[in-house]
C-alpha cells in the first residue's frame, strides 16, 4: 500500500513564499512521475508543476519563473518551493505520483494542502 503525505501549506500575505513536500510512503518499486496540482473553489483541478525520474520539468506559464519543482529520490520526496505568490494561487494543492514497475503504474494522490495568499 502507498501513501502520499503533503506538508507545508499555511496562509501568507501576497509576494510571500512557500515551500510544499510530499513524501511517498509503503510498497514502492519505482516512481515515475510526480507533480502537484491545484484546485480553486469552483474551478477544475490543473497541474502546477511536474517532474520525471530524469528530472524533466514541466510547469505552466501562469507559475513558470515563480515555482520551482524539485525531488529527492532517496527520500521518494517531491518538493514545491513557491515564491512571489499571489491571490490567485490559492487552492488546495495535491501531490501526485505515478508508482509501479515495468509496464504497470498506477496514479496515487495525497490528501491535499491547503494554500490560502492574502492580499
Known amino acids: 500500500q502507498v501513501q502520499l503525505v503533503e506538508s507545508g501549506g499555511g496562509l501568507v500575505q501576497a509576494g510571500g513564499s512557500l515551500r510544499l513536500s510530499c513524501a511517498a510512503s509503503?510498497?514502492?518499486?519505482?516512481?515515475?512521475?510526480m507533480g502537484w496540482y491545484r484546485q480553486a473553489p469552483g474551478k477544475q483541478r490543473e497541474l502546477v508543476a511536474a517532474?520525471?525520474?530524469?528530472?524533466?520539468?514541466n510547469l505552466p506559464d501562469s507559475v513558470k519563473g515563480r515555482f520551482t519543482i524539485s525531488r529527492d529520490n532517496a527520500k521518494n520526496t517531491v518538493y514545491l518551493q513557491m515564491n512571489s505568490l499571489k491571490p490567485e494561487d490559492t487552492a488546495v494543492y495535491y501531490c501526485?505520483?505515478?508508482?509501479?514497475?515495468?509496464?504497470?503504474?498506477?496514479?496515487?494522490w495525497g490528501q491535499g494542502t491547503q494554500v490560502t495568499v492574502s492580499s
Open positions: 509503503g510498497t514502492i518499486l519505482r516512481i515515475a512521475t
Open positions: 517532474i520525471t525520474s530524469g528530472i524533466s520539468t
Open positions: 501526485n505520483a505515478k508508482i509501479g514497475g515495468g509496464s504497470n503504474y498506477l496514479s496515487y
